[in-house]
T-cell receptor, first 112, second 115 residues
């Protein structure tokens, strides 16, 4: 059974810092990995999707890497802003037609 | 709209009543998923529909929960004889293929409160 763990559970940083969120998974036989953002009381917004054959994906200030063999992914946020404050969720797709398995999330707070 | 739409956004019901939650996926998306997010918990998979295939119901917590998807589009999640532990945010997602193959898009969720 796939298990996804996110570290840290919470992170508080001053504006402008670069930061890294970590995600690990127990079964390396994954199809893809997706990072989401969730604002309080809202649904999930997809940030980046990395296919198993890829090593990283970039979108603006966000960069996600994937090391399938070691069961790890990192989300790098450059020059953090207060608007980045949210819960960040990592999710793993085990098969092309299967469901995503989610981590518990990292609660990020960026102080002005 | 272009996104996944869920209704109602909030639902308060009395214990023992039945509730129906609705999800309108993105047009053309063949895969549809229901998840549940309890307070302070991660997302819990409930059920998955893919085209005309039999749904994957492996995540439904009890036989009080059921879901259907009509015409390969709109889905309804029904909870019978609601209990207080059913209180949670119910999220629907759709994707062009399965979630493992393509990007998954989520609705804003339905917040269910059982009193």
């Amino acid at each position: 059974k796939q298990e996804v763990t996110q570290i840290p559970a919470a992170l508080s940083v001053p504006e402008g810092e670069n930061l890294v969120l970590n995600c690990s998974f127990t079964d390396s036989a994954i199809y893809n990995l997706q990072w989401f953002r969730q604002d309080p009381g809202k649904g999930l917004t997809s940030l980046l999707l990395i296919q198993s054959s890829q090593r990283e994906q970039t979108s603006g200030r966000l960069n996600a890497s994937l090391d399938k063999s070691s069961g790890r992914s990192t989300l790098y946020i450059a020059a953090s802003q207060p608007g980045d404050s949210a819960t960040y969720l990592c999710a793993v797709g085990g098969t092309s037609y299967g469901k995503l398995t989610f981590g518990q999330g990292t609660i990020l707070t960026v102080h002005p | 709209g272009a996104g996944v739409s869920q209704s109602p956004s909030n639902k308060v019901t009395e214990k023992g009543k039945d509730v129906e939650l609705r999800c309108d996926p993105i047009s053309g998306h063949t895969a549809l998923y229901w998840y549940r997010q309890s307070l302070g918990q991660g997302l819990e998979f409930l059920i998955y529909f893919q085209g005309n295939s039999a749904p994957d119901k492996s995540g439904l917590p009890s036989d009080r929960f059921s879901a259907e998807r009509t015409g390969g589009s709109v889905s309804t999640l029904t909870i019978q004889r609601t209990q207080q532990e059913d209180s949670a945010v119910y999220l629907c997602a759709s994707s062009l293929l399965g979630q493992g193959a393509t990007e998954a898009f989520f609705g804003q969720g339905t917040r269910l409160t059982v009193v």
